[in-house]
Structures are given as C-alpha cells and as structure tokens.
C-alpha cells in the first residue's frame, strides 16, 4: 500500500511501497528526506 510522506516545507506525496526503505528528495525544495523509519521515499 502507499506510503504518506510529509516533507518539513508541508508538500506531502504519496509513495508506492516499493520505494520503501529509500531515500528521496523532495521535488518542491529538493531537501534529502527520509520517513525515519525504514520506510523512505522518492518523490
Ligand atoms: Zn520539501
């Protein structure tokens, strides 16, 4: 199932759950985000 991810600027994404456990970059302020669990996220 997807994975809701907030980025610290407020853009939130939904991400497919086979991106869990990456990291990504948020596309609205480009900072290196992860969920802090092991599930990550690539916008
Ligand atoms: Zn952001």
Redesign the pocket.
Known sequence: MPIKVT?????TAMVKDEYAGRTGE?R????Q?SSGNRQSLML
């Open positions: 980025c610290s600027c407020g853009a948020c609205t302020c480009k900072v985000l």
